[in-house]
């Protein structure tokens, strides 16, 4: 007797922005905050922008290279800071050891500290989630197709981003389930190598269409 296979249940995601009376206007300053800082602080400086910018795929990569430019008027630690491939990292803290790490090698051969103007401290945020069902489910591929085109972006960022760094899955919610319930093994390998910091919200809910319907055909 086949065992039954649990359809995909769809959540959605809001969040309020808490400001948290940290602030820094040197590096070194930065640095010593981050190094303590909680998750939600790290999760916020480095994803809010993905989510105020549905449709627009350029977006800054992270705050932290946007205030050492914008702020300090370093322009080589921008870049440096801007390159750190979020992807790469399967946990918050992880990420934020490699913010601390760039900015020690950094500071280590650049001793001259710089103080951000009045007025463009850094501010450090966290963002504070909560998680609710929607009225949507698949048990199979088809539903699932369907379902995609229909949730909201916060429904897709919830289980293709926020779940696999934040919540700690080693994949993204998608992936999990077309492996593990339907046995789309080749699909789930594709879905997982969807880089969705290169994406906005609706760029890859469409890129995980075609790479749906492209199975279906």
Known sequence: MTAERPPFHFYSRTHLTELTGLKARTLPEL????????DAVVYYHTHHFFEEHLFLRQVPSNDFAYWA???????????????????????????????????????????????????????FMKSITAVMPT?????????????????????????????????????????????????????????GRLDPYMYSLEGLRSALIQLIERRLR
Not at 31 to 38: E, H, K, M, S
Not at 163 to 183: E, I, P, T, Y
């Open 69 to 123: 430019g914008a702020a300090l008027f370093d322009s080589v630690l921008e870049e440096t800071l801007a390159a750190v491939n979020i992807m790469d990292f399967a946990s918050l803290p992880a990420l934020r050891d490699r913010f601390v790490s760039i900015i020690d090698e950094y500071l280590s051969m650049h001793p001259d500290v710089r103080t951000a103007p009045e007025g463009m401290e850094f501010h």
């Open 31 to 38: 640095r010593d905050v981050l190094r303590t800082a909680p």
């Open 135 to 191: 009225p949507y489910t698949a048990g199979n591929l088809r539903e699932f197709l369907e379902t995609i085109r229909q949730v909201s972006s916060n429904s897709i960022y919830f289980h293709f981003i926020e779940a696999r760094l934040r919540l700690g899955h080693v994949q993204n919610d998608f992936s999990l389930w077309l492996r593990d319930s339907l046995g789309e093994d080749d699909l789930a390998g594709r879905v």
